[in-house]
Protein backbone atom coordinates (compact mmCIF):
# COMPACT_ATOMS: atom_id res chain seq x y z
CA UNK A 1 0.00 0.00 0.00
CA UNK A 2 1.43 3.27 -0.90
CA UNK A 3 1.76 5.53 2.24
CA UNK A 4 4.25 8.60 0.51
CA UNK A 5 3.31 12.22 0.06
CA UNK A 6 1.99 12.93 -3.35
CA UNK A 7 1.61 16.83 -4.12
CA UNK A 8 0.14 17.69 -7.68
CA UNK A 9 0.32 21.21 -8.62
CA UNK A 10 -2.58 23.14 -10.91
CA UNK A 11 -2.53 26.24 -12.14
CA UNK A 12 -1.87 28.54 -15.40
CA UNK A 13 1.28 29.06 -17.12
CA UNK A 14 3.49 31.12 -14.67
CA UNK A 15 1.44 31.30 -12.22
CA UNK A 16 4.84 29.96 -10.05
CA UNK A 17 3.91 25.80 -10.36
CA UNK A 18 7.33 24.80 -11.54
CA UNK A 19 9.21 27.20 -9.14
CA UNK A 20 7.52 25.33 -6.50
CA UNK A 21 8.37 22.29 -7.65
CA UNK A 22 11.90 22.81 -7.99
CA UNK A 23 11.86 24.12 -4.56
CA UNK A 24 10.07 20.75 -3.14
CA UNK A 25 13.04 18.69 -4.58
CA UNK A 26 15.90 21.28 -3.78
CA UNK A 27 15.07 22.01 0.06
CA UNK A 28 13.11 18.56 1.09
CA UNK A 29 13.98 15.76 -1.15
CA UNK A 30 10.95 15.89 -3.04
CA UNK A 31 11.14 13.97 -7.01
CA UNK A 32 9.99 15.86 -9.37
CA UNK A 33 7.32 13.92 -11.75
CA UNK A 34 7.33 16.64 -14.83
CA UNK A 35 5.73 16.52 -18.31
CA UNK A 36 8.17 18.14 -19.97
CA UNK A 37 11.56 16.15 -18.98
CA UNK A 38 11.32 15.21 -22.80
CA UNK A 39 13.00 18.33 -23.55
CA UNK A 40 16.64 18.06 -23.64
CA UNK A 41 17.89 21.09 -21.78
CA UNK A 42 14.88 20.80 -19.25
CA UNK A 43 16.10 21.35 -15.89
CA UNK A 44 12.81 18.75 -14.87
CA UNK A 45 13.53 15.39 -14.97
CA UNK A 46 12.19 12.18 -13.49
CA UNK A 47 15.29 10.46 -12.08
CA UNK A 48 13.70 7.26 -13.72
CA UNK A 49 15.01 5.59 -16.93
CA UNK A 50 11.45 6.22 -19.06
CA UNK A 51 10.33 4.87 -22.68
CA UNK A 52 10.15 7.65 -25.38
CA UNK A 53 7.40 10.08 -23.62
CA UNK A 54 4.99 10.07 -26.75
CA UNK A 55 4.70 6.58 -27.01
CA UNK A 56 3.76 6.36 -23.54
CA UNK A 57 1.26 9.20 -24.12
CA UNK A 58 -0.04 7.11 -26.85
CA UNK A 59 -0.64 3.92 -24.54
CA UNK A 60 -2.73 6.13 -22.62
CA UNK A 61 -6.55 5.48 -23.28
CA UNK A 62 -7.45 8.52 -21.63
CA UNK A 63 -5.30 11.37 -21.46
CA UNK A 64 -6.03 12.30 -18.49
CA UNK A 65 -4.23 9.14 -17.05
CA UNK A 66 -0.97 10.31 -18.73
CA UNK A 67 0.28 11.76 -15.76
CA UNK A 68 -1.36 9.08 -13.08
CA UNK A 69 0.29 6.40 -15.27
CA UNK A 70 3.93 8.47 -14.87
CA UNK A 71 3.44 8.75 -11.04
CA UNK A 72 2.71 5.18 -10.24
CA UNK A 73 5.75 4.52 -12.19
CA UNK A 74 7.09 6.66 -10.42
CA UNK A 75 6.42 5.46 -7.10
CA UNK A 76 7.49 2.03 -8.65
CA UNK A 77 10.85 3.45 -9.09
CA UNK A 78 11.50 5.30 -5.85
CA UNK A 79 11.35 2.55 -3.48
CA UNK A 80 12.36 4.39 -0.62
CA UNK A 81 9.14 6.14 -0.13
CA UNK A 82 10.24 9.61 -1.15
CA UNK A 83 7.52 12.15 -1.44
CA UNK A 84 6.90 12.98 -5.08
CA UNK A 85 5.73 16.65 -6.63
CA UNK A 86 3.55 16.42 -9.89
CA UNK A 87 4.25 19.13 -12.13
CA UNK A 88 1.19 19.61 -13.30
CA UNK A 89 -2.67 18.45 -13.45
CA UNK A 90 -4.49 20.61 -16.03
CA UNK A 91 -7.82 18.85 -15.12
CA UNK A 92 -10.16 17.79 -12.26
CA UNK A 93 -10.75 14.83 -13.78
CA UNK A 94 -6.71 14.01 -13.43
CA UNK A 95 -6.94 15.49 -10.16
CA UNK A 96 -10.14 13.20 -9.02
CA UNK A 97 -8.27 10.24 -10.39
CA UNK A 98 -5.03 10.93 -8.15
CA UNK A 99 -7.20 11.13 -5.07
CA UNK A 100 -9.27 8.00 -5.77
CA UNK A 101 -5.13 6.23 -6.08
CA UNK A 102 -3.32 7.74 -3.66
CA UNK A 103 -6.40 8.65 -0.96
CA UNK A 104 -5.84 10.47 2.19
CA UNK A 105 -1.87 11.06 0.95
CA UNK A 106 -2.81 13.42 -1.86
CA UNK A 107 -2.45 17.06 -1.47
CA UNK A 108 -3.37 18.92 -4.06
CA UNK A 109 -2.05 22.47 -4.44
CA UNK A 110 -3.70 25.39 -6.67
CA UNK A 111 -1.80 28.58 -8.18
CA UNK A 112 -3.20 31.71 -9.50
CA UNK A 113 -2.11 34.88 -10.37
CA UNK A 114 -3.81 37.94 -12.27
CA UNK A 115 -3.45 37.41 -15.80
CA UNK A 116 -1.64 40.92 -16.45
CA UNK A 117 1.29 39.31 -14.08
CA UNK A 118 0.87 36.03 -15.65
CA UNK A 119 1.29 37.53 -19.34
CA UNK A 120 4.55 39.78 -17.99
CA UNK A 121 6.45 36.80 -16.03
CA UNK A 122 6.09 35.27 -19.68
CA UNK A 123 7.37 37.87 -21.71
CA UNK A 124 10.33 38.13 -18.98
CA UNK A 125 10.58 34.34 -19.50
CA UNK A 126 10.80 34.57 -23.27
CA UNK A 127 12.92 37.62 -23.43
CA UNK A 128 15.90 37.35 -26.44
CA UNK A 129 14.26 34.10 -28.05
CA UNK A 130 13.86 34.24 -31.95
CA UNK A 131 9.71 33.45 -32.65
CA UNK A 132 8.42 32.88 -29.30
CA UNK A 133 5.06 31.38 -28.68
CA UNK A 134 2.17 33.69 -27.57
CA UNK A 135 1.63 33.34 -23.66
CA UNK A 136 -2.25 31.89 -25.15
CA UNK A 137 -0.08 29.39 -26.75
CA UNK A 138 2.09 27.71 -24.60
CA UNK A 139 -0.93 27.83 -21.30
CA UNK A 140 -2.79 25.18 -21.51
CA UNK A 141 -5.86 25.97 -18.72
CA UNK A 142 -8.04 28.25 -20.41
CA UNK A 143 -11.64 26.98 -19.80
CA UNK A 144 -12.80 29.12 -17.15
CA UNK A 145 -15.46 26.29 -15.30
CA UNK A 146 -12.55 23.93 -15.21
CA UNK A 147 -10.12 26.17 -13.33
CA UNK A 148 -12.81 27.20 -11.20
CA UNK A 149 -13.28 23.56 -10.39
CA UNK A 150 -9.05 23.26 -9.59
CA UNK A 151 -10.10 26.06 -7.31
CA UNK A 152 -12.75 24.71 -5.34
CA UNK A 153 -11.35 21.75 -5.24
CA UNK A 154 -7.65 22.20 -4.09
CA UNK A 155 -6.37 21.62 -0.69
CA UNK A 156 -3.58 24.57 -0.58
CA UNK A 157 -4.88 27.53 -2.82
CA UNK A 158 -2.31 30.34 -3.18
CA UNK A 159 -2.43 33.55 -4.85
CA UNK A 160 0.79 34.34 -6.09
CA UNK A 161 0.81 38.00 -7.23
CA UNK A 162 2.55 38.99 -3.88
CA UNK A 163 4.43 35.62 -3.63
CA UNK A 164 7.56 34.87 -4.75
CA UNK A 165 8.52 30.82 -5.44
CA UNK A 166 10.18 31.05 -2.11
CA UNK A 167 7.02 32.64 -0.49
CA UNK A 168 4.87 29.87 -1.79
CA UNK A 169 7.02 26.87 -0.98
CA UNK A 170 6.90 28.23 2.78
CA UNK A 171 3.11 28.06 2.85
CA UNK A 172 3.00 24.65 1.50
CA UNK A 173 5.42 23.30 3.71
CA UNK A 174 3.56 24.25 6.66
CA UNK A 175 0.22 22.87 5.28
CA UNK A 176 2.62 18.99 4.55
CA UNK A 177 3.72 19.89 7.42
CA UNK A 178 7.51 19.37 6.48
CA UNK A 179 9.04 21.72 9.03
CA UNK A 180 9.94 20.80 12.68
CA UNK A 181 8.20 22.06 15.22
CA UNK A 182 9.73 24.20 17.99
CA UNK A 183 9.35 21.72 20.55
CA UNK A 184 12.13 19.19 18.91
CA UNK A 185 15.74 19.62 21.21
CA UNK A 186 18.58 18.37 19.13
CA UNK A 187 20.78 21.56 19.93
CA UNK A 188 23.50 20.94 22.85
CA UNK A 189 25.57 24.37 23.69
CA UNK A 190 28.80 24.48 25.15
CA UNK A 191 30.52 27.82 26.54
CA UNK A 192 33.23 28.95 28.97
CA UNK A 193 32.57 30.06 32.37
CA UNK A 194 35.57 31.96 32.84
CA UNK A 195 37.87 34.10 31.38
CA UNK A 196 38.66 31.81 28.32
CA UNK A 197 40.97 28.96 28.00
CA UNK A 198 39.29 26.95 30.14
CA UNK A 199 39.92 23.41 28.02
CA UNK A 200 36.55 23.78 26.15
CA UNK A 201 39.13 22.34 23.05
CA UNK A 202 39.66 18.52 24.54
CA UNK A 203 35.86 18.33 25.52
CA UNK A 204 34.23 19.09 22.39
CA UNK A 205 37.15 17.25 20.65
CA UNK A 206 35.65 14.56 22.72
CA UNK A 207 32.37 14.74 22.20
CA UNK A 208 32.47 15.25 18.64
CA UNK A 209 32.24 11.85 18.17
CA UNK A 210 28.15 11.71 18.90
CA UNK A 211 27.20 14.47 17.15
CA UNK A 212 25.87 14.69 13.80
CA UNK A 213 26.71 18.36 13.48
CA UNK A 214 28.98 21.04 14.97
CA UNK A 215 28.85 24.52 14.46
CA UNK A 216 31.10 26.42 15.50
CA UNK A 217 31.10 30.99 16.57
CA UNK A 218 33.79 33.29 17.32
CA UNK A 219 36.87 34.15 15.48
CA UNK A 220 40.44 33.63 15.43
CA UNK A 221 41.01 35.49 18.66
CA UNK A 222 40.16 32.21 20.14
CA UNK A 223 42.19 29.04 19.72
CA UNK A 224 41.51 25.66 21.09
CA UNK A 225 43.99 23.10 21.71
CA UNK A 226 43.19 19.67 21.27
CA UNK A 227 45.10 16.57 21.50
CA UNK A 228 44.37 13.38 19.76
CA UNK A 229 46.10 10.60 18.05
CA UNK A 230 46.84 12.16 15.03
CA UNK A 231 49.19 14.61 17.54
CA UNK A 232 48.02 18.35 19.24
CA UNK A 233 46.47 20.73 17.08
CA UNK A 234 44.91 24.48 18.11
CA UNK A 235 41.56 25.37 15.70
CA UNK A 236 41.15 28.85 15.83
CA UNK A 237 38.25 28.56 13.06
CA UNK A 238 36.34 25.29 12.78
CA UNK A 239 35.28 23.01 15.48
CA UNK A 240 37.29 21.28 17.71
CA UNK A 241 38.55 17.87 16.89
CA UNK A 242 37.12 18.30 13.14
CA UNK A 243 40.08 16.02 11.55
CA UNK A 244 39.47 13.65 14.03
CA UNK A 245 35.45 12.57 13.23
CA UNK A 246 32.79 12.71 10.35
CA UNK A 247 30.40 15.19 10.89
CA UNK A 248 29.07 18.26 9.49
CA UNK A 249 30.62 21.26 10.05
CA UNK A 250 29.10 24.59 9.87
CA UNK A 251 30.55 28.27 10.57
CA UNK A 252 28.13 30.65 11.46
CA UNK A 253 26.66 34.26 9.95
CA UNK A 254 28.61 35.88 13.44
CA UNK A 255 31.70 34.20 12.46
CA UNK A 256 34.97 36.55 11.78
CA UNK A 257 37.54 34.78 9.40
CA UNK A 258 40.98 34.91 8.62
CA UNK A 259 41.23 33.62 5.16
CA UNK A 260 44.93 32.82 5.38
CA UNK A 261 44.04 31.02 8.43
CA UNK A 262 40.63 29.56 7.61
CA UNK A 263 42.38 27.83 4.80
CA UNK A 264 45.43 26.43 6.42
CA UNK A 265 43.18 24.68 9.11
CA UNK A 266 40.77 23.52 5.96
CA UNK A 267 43.93 22.13 4.30
CA UNK A 268 45.92 20.43 7.44
CA UNK A 269 42.38 18.77 8.99
CA UNK A 270 41.44 17.37 4.87
CA UNK A 271 38.26 18.96 5.02
CA UNK A 272 36.32 18.65 1.74
CA UNK A 273 33.01 20.55 1.22
CA UNK A 274 31.03 17.79 0.89
CA UNK A 275 31.52 18.40 5.65
CA UNK A 276 32.02 22.67 5.64
CA UNK A 277 29.27 24.83 5.16
CA UNK A 278 30.63 28.37 5.88
CA UNK A 279 26.91 31.01 5.99
CA UNK A 280 28.02 33.49 3.40
CA UNK A 281 27.30 36.30 5.59
CA UNK A 282 30.19 35.44 7.60
CA UNK A 283 32.41 38.50 8.35
CA UNK A 284 36.03 38.55 6.74
CA UNK A 285 38.90 40.11 8.82
CA UNK A 286 41.07 42.26 6.53
CA UNK A 287 44.67 43.16 7.03
CA UNK A 288 43.31 46.84 8.08
CA UNK A 289 41.77 45.09 11.09
CA UNK A 290 44.34 43.34 12.46
CA UNK A 291 46.54 46.58 12.03
CA UNK A 292 43.80 48.56 13.39
CA UNK A 293 44.33 46.73 17.00
CA UNK A 294 47.77 45.92 17.15
CA UNK A 295 48.43 49.55 15.87
CA UNK A 296 46.39 51.05 18.67
CA UNK A 297 45.73 50.88 22.54
CA UNK A 298 44.09 47.62 22.61
CA UNK A 299 47.49 45.03 22.44
CA UNK A 300 49.02 47.48 24.48
CA UNK A 301 46.46 48.40 27.40
CA UNK A 302 44.63 45.07 27.81
CA UNK A 303 46.32 42.46 26.24
CA UNK A 304 44.18 42.09 23.10
CA UNK A 305 44.83 39.22 20.96
CA UNK A 306 45.16 41.93 18.18
CA UNK A 307 43.56 39.36 15.79
CA UNK A 308 41.22 41.80 13.60
CA UNK A 309 37.74 39.87 14.78
CA UNK A 310 36.79 43.28 17.10
CA UNK A 311 37.58 45.59 14.56
CA UNK A 312 36.25 43.89 11.54
CA UNK A 313 33.02 43.49 13.58
CA UNK A 314 33.33 47.13 14.26
CA UNK A 315 33.76 48.36 10.33
CA UNK A 316 30.86 45.85 9.33
CA UNK A 317 28.39 47.91 12.28
CA UNK A 318 29.84 51.23 11.04
CA UNK A 319 30.61 50.84 7.61
CA UNK A 320 27.07 49.45 6.52
CA UNK A 321 25.96 50.66 2.86
CA UNK A 322 29.62 50.50 2.18
CA UNK A 323 31.58 47.38 0.43
CA UNK A 324 32.59 45.14 2.88
CA UNK A 325 33.34 41.52 2.28
CA UNK A 326 31.46 38.59 3.49
CA UNK A 327 32.26 35.03 2.78
CA UNK A 328 30.11 35.27 -0.58
CA UNK A 329 32.41 37.73 -1.73
CA UNK A 330 35.96 35.50 -1.73
CA UNK A 331 36.68 33.37 -4.87
CA UNK A 332 38.37 31.22 -2.39
CA UNK A 333 35.50 30.05 -0.02
CA UNK A 334 32.87 28.93 -3.29
CA UNK A 335 33.07 25.79 -2.38
CA UNK A 336 31.91 25.78 1.13
CA UNK A 337 29.66 28.70 0.61
CA UNK A 338 28.62 28.31 -3.42
CA UNK A 339 28.35 31.51 -5.93
CA UNK A 340 26.30 34.05 -6.59
CA UNK A 341 23.15 34.09 -7.18
CA UNK A 342 23.26 30.01 -6.19
CA UNK A 343 24.99 30.14 -3.17
CA UNK A 344 23.78 27.29 -0.51
CA UNK A 345 21.65 28.67 1.36
CA UNK A 346 22.56 30.03 5.05
CA UNK A 347 23.36 27.97 8.25
CA UNK A 348 19.69 28.33 9.27
CA UNK A 349 19.17 26.08 6.31
CA UNK A 350 21.35 23.76 7.14
CA UNK A 351 20.39 23.61 10.95
CA UNK A 352 17.04 23.44 9.35
CA UNK A 353 17.54 20.19 7.53
CA UNK A 354 19.46 18.51 10.68
CA UNK A 355 16.27 19.13 12.60
CA UNK A 356 13.96 17.73 10.56
CA UNK A 357 16.13 14.27 10.14
CA UNK A 358 16.58 14.28 14.05
CA UNK A 359 20.59 15.11 13.62
CA UNK A 360 22.69 16.31 16.87
CA UNK A 361 23.76 19.41 16.99
CA UNK A 362 27.12 20.49 19.41
CA UNK A 363 27.50 24.25 19.24
CA UNK A 364 30.96 25.43 20.63
CA UNK A 365 30.66 28.90 21.88
CA UNK A 366 34.24 30.86 22.28
CA UNK A 367 36.35 32.19 25.27
CA UNK A 368 34.20 32.37 28.17
CA UNK A 369 31.49 33.91 30.27
CA UNK A 370 33.97 36.49 32.20
CA UNK A 371 34.96 38.12 29.16
CA UNK A 372 31.33 38.87 27.40
CA UNK A 373 31.64 42.52 26.21
CA UNK A 374 28.26 43.18 27.99
CA UNK A 375 28.61 41.29 31.08
CA UNK A 376 32.54 41.32 31.79
CA UNK A 377 34.45 43.69 33.80
CA UNK A 378 34.40 46.20 30.77
CA UNK A 379 36.86 47.04 29.11
CA UNK A 380 38.82 44.13 30.07
CA UNK A 381 36.96 41.95 27.86
CA UNK A 382 35.91 40.86 24.33
CA UNK A 383 34.23 41.89 21.50
CA UNK A 384 31.27 39.62 21.17
CA UNK A 385 28.88 38.12 24.17
CA UNK A 386 30.48 34.61 25.30
CA UNK A 387 27.19 33.43 27.23
CA UNK A 388 24.70 31.02 25.68
CA UNK A 389 22.46 33.85 24.25
CA UNK A 390 25.10 35.87 22.39
CA UNK A 391 26.30 32.19 20.63
CA UNK A 392 23.14 31.05 19.62
CA UNK A 393 22.05 34.17 18.24
CA UNK A 394 25.53 34.27 16.24
CA UNK A 395 24.77 30.90 15.13
CA UNK A 396 21.41 31.76 14.30
CA UNK A 397 19.77 29.32 16.51
CA UNK A 398 16.42 29.28 18.74
CA UNK A 399 16.76 28.93 22.28
CA UNK A 400 13.78 26.30 22.38
CA UNK A 401 15.84 24.20 19.96
CA UNK A 402 18.48 23.76 23.41
CA UNK A 403 18.90 20.38 24.91
CA UNK A 404 22.10 20.53 26.92
CA UNK A 405 24.29 23.37 28.14
CA UNK A 406 27.90 22.82 28.83
CA UNK A 407 29.83 25.02 31.39
CA UNK A 408 33.44 24.37 31.04
CA UNK A 409 35.21 25.66 34.24
CA UNK A 410 38.99 25.14 35.76
CA UNK A 411 39.84 25.33 39.78
CA UNK A 412 42.24 28.28 38.84
CA UNK A 413 40.86 30.66 36.38
CA UNK A 414 43.02 31.94 33.99
CA UNK A 415 43.58 35.46 32.04
CA UNK A 416 45.90 36.62 29.26
CA UNK A 417 49.51 37.90 30.99
CA UNK A 418 49.29 41.84 31.48
CA UNK A 419 50.54 43.78 28.74
CA UNK A 420 54.39 44.35 28.19
CA UNK A 421 55.90 47.80 29.87
CA UNK A 422 55.79 49.37 33.56
CA UNK A 423 52.22 51.68 32.70
CA UNK A 424 50.34 49.34 34.79
CA UNK A 425 48.15 48.32 32.49
CA UNK A 426 46.33 45.21 32.93
CA UNK A 427 44.39 42.30 31.27
CA UNK A 428 41.81 42.36 33.70
CA UNK A 429 41.05 41.46 37.70
CA UNK A 430 41.61 38.16 39.27
CA UNK A 431 39.54 38.09 42.51
CA UNK A 432 42.65 35.86 44.37
CA UNK A 433 46.09 36.29 41.76
CA UNK A 434 48.15 33.94 42.40
CA UNK A 435 51.15 32.12 40.83
CA UNK A 436 51.94 28.95 39.13
CA UNK A 437 54.55 27.93 41.28
CA UNK A 438 51.74 28.41 44.01
CA UNK A 439 49.57 26.16 42.08
CA UNK A 440 52.52 23.79 41.50
CA UNK A 441 53.13 23.60 45.09
CA UNK A 442 49.26 22.93 46.07
CA UNK A 443 48.71 20.12 43.70
CA UNK A 444 52.50 18.55 43.93
CA UNK A 445 53.24 18.97 40.34
CA UNK A 446 56.17 20.35 38.80
CA UNK A 447 56.29 24.21 38.29
CA UNK A 448 58.43 24.48 35.53
CA UNK A 449 56.11 22.55 33.58
CA UNK A 450 53.14 24.10 34.48
CA UNK A 451 54.58 27.34 33.67
CA UNK A 452 55.66 25.79 30.31
CA UNK A 453 52.43 24.33 29.36
CA UNK A 454 50.27 28.13 30.77
CA UNK A 455 50.49 29.54 27.42
CA UNK A 456 47.65 31.02 25.38
CA UNK A 457 46.99 29.38 22.62
CA UNK A 458 46.59 32.07 20.11
CA UNK A 459 49.18 34.71 20.99
CA UNK A 460 51.23 32.58 23.25
CA UNK A 461 51.95 34.86 26.13
CA UNK A 462 52.40 33.55 29.79
CA UNK A 463 48.93 33.32 31.80
CA UNK A 464 47.63 34.85 34.86
CA UNK A 465 46.28 32.62 37.49
CA UNK A 466 44.15 32.60 40.69
CA UNK A 467 42.18 30.38 42.63
CA UNK A 468 38.43 29.68 42.04
CA UNK A 469 35.99 32.48 42.09
CA UNK A 470 32.75 31.53 43.72
CA UNK A 471 30.81 34.32 43.22
CA UNK A 472 32.12 34.91 39.26
CA UNK A 473 30.75 30.97 38.81
CA UNK A 474 27.55 31.95 40.12
CA UNK A 475 26.79 34.43 37.90
CA UNK A 476 28.34 32.29 34.85
CA UNK A 477 25.47 29.99 36.44
CA UNK A 478 22.99 32.59 36.22
CA UNK A 479 24.05 33.90 32.84
CA UNK A 480 23.96 30.70 31.11
CA UNK A 481 21.78 28.32 33.42
CA UNK A 482 23.80 24.51 32.62
CA UNK A 483 22.33 21.26 33.17
CA UNK A 484 25.55 20.03 33.22
CA UNK A 485 29.60 21.52 34.38
CA UNK A 486 32.38 20.21 33.03
CA UNK A 487 35.23 20.34 35.12
CA UNK A 488 38.62 20.80 33.84
CA UNK A 489 42.79 20.72 35.12
CA UNK A 490 41.25 18.36 38.08
CA UNK A 491 45.33 17.53 38.38
CA UNK A 492 45.93 21.08 39.79
CA UNK A 493 43.80 20.61 42.35
CA UNK A 494 45.85 17.52 43.35
CA UNK A 495 48.53 15.71 41.04
CA UNK A 496 47.32 12.45 41.49
CA UNK A 497 44.27 13.05 39.72
CA UNK A 498 46.01 12.85 36.81
CA UNK A 499 45.75 8.93 37.04
CA UNK A 500 42.41 8.69 38.04
CA UNK A 501 40.00 6.86 35.20
CA UNK A 502 36.57 6.38 37.64
CA UNK A 503 35.56 9.68 39.71
CA UNK A 504 36.14 7.41 43.20
CA UNK A 505 39.50 7.64 42.29
CA UNK A 506 40.02 11.36 42.22
CA UNK A 507 41.42 12.65 45.27
CA UNK A 508 38.58 13.23 48.70
CA UNK A 509 39.26 16.87 48.71
CA UNK A 510 38.74 17.24 44.69
CA UNK A 511 35.14 15.28 45.10
CA UNK A 512 34.29 17.67 47.79
CA UNK A 513 34.53 20.65 45.51
CA UNK A 514 32.66 18.68 42.82
CA UNK A 515 29.69 18.91 45.41
CA UNK A 516 30.09 22.16 46.34
CA UNK A 517 29.96 22.94 42.59
CA UNK A 518 26.87 21.21 42.31
CA UNK A 519 25.27 22.58 45.17
CA UNK A 520 26.60 26.15 43.95
CA UNK A 521 25.51 25.40 39.96
CA UNK A 522 22.23 23.38 40.83
CA UNK A 523 23.62 21.16 37.74
CA UNK A 524 25.64 17.62 37.83
CA UNK A 525 29.39 17.87 37.26
CA UNK A 526 28.82 15.72 34.34
CA UNK A 527 32.64 15.83 33.02
CA UNK A 528 35.72 15.86 34.69
CA UNK A 529 38.77 16.52 32.93
CA UNK A 530 42.21 14.92 35.02
CA UNK A 531 44.76 16.10 32.33
CA UNK A 532 46.30 17.49 29.38
CA UNK A 533 48.11 15.13 27.61
CA UNK A 534 51.44 17.36 26.73
CA UNK A 535 53.59 14.82 24.94
CA UNK A 536 53.00 14.43 20.97
CA UNK A 537 54.16 10.59 21.26
CA UNK A 538 51.74 9.83 24.21
CA UNK A 539 49.41 6.43 23.38
CA UNK A 540 47.32 6.86 25.91
CA UNK A 541 45.05 9.80 25.57
CA UNK A 542 41.91 9.16 28.53
CA UNK A 543 41.97 11.92 30.46
CA UNK A 544 38.25 12.76 30.93
CA UNK A 545 36.07 10.93 33.61
CA UNK A 546 32.40 11.27 32.21
CA UNK A 547 29.58 10.77 34.86
CA UNK A 548 26.55 11.69 31.99
CA UNK A 549 23.32 9.66 32.25
CA UNK A 550 23.02 11.11 28.65
CA UNK A 551 24.52 10.81 25.10
CA UNK A 552 24.22 12.60 22.03
CA UNK A 553 24.19 9.80 19.97
CA UNK A 554 21.11 10.28 17.45
CA UNK A 555 20.08 6.68 16.95
CA UNK A 556 19.81 6.40 20.69
CA UNK A 557 18.51 9.53 21.98
Known amino acids: METRQIVVISGKTCSGKSGLASLLEREFGFAVVCD ?8 WRLRVAQPD ?14 MLRETQAACEAEKDGRPLVVDHLNT ?63 DVRIYT ?116 FIDPRATIIEEEDIGTERGGHLVSTIASTGSGSGAAAARRILSRGKEIRLARDVDELRPYVGTPGNYHGCTSDRLEEAYRSGHSILLEGTQGSGLSIFHGDYPHVTSRDTNVAGCLAEAGI ?11 IRPMPIRVGDPDGEDGHTSGTLKHATTFDDIAAFAGLEAQALNTAEKTSTTKRSRRVGWFEWDQFRKACALNAPTDIVL ?62 WTARSDRR
Not at 36 to 43: L, M, N, V
Not at 492 to 516: C, G, H, M
Open 53 to 66: IPDRRHEAKDADQW
Open 92 to 154: LAQVLQFRQVFGANLVHVHLYASDPTLHGRYAKRIEGEANPLSYGEVNQLKDQAEIQALKDDA
Open 161 to 276: ERSDSNDTLVRVAARLHLYTPPEIRCVDVLIGGQYGSEGKGNIVAYLAREYDVMIRVGGPNAGHTVASSAGPYIYHHLPSGSRDVTGRLLLGPGMTIHLPGLLKEIEECGIGNDRL
Open 398 to 408: SPSRIRKILMV
Open 36 to 43: RRAIDDSE
Open 488 to 549: TFADYLKSSNSKARRFEQLDPDTIKFVEELERVSQAPVSLINTRFSRDPHASDLRSLIDRRN
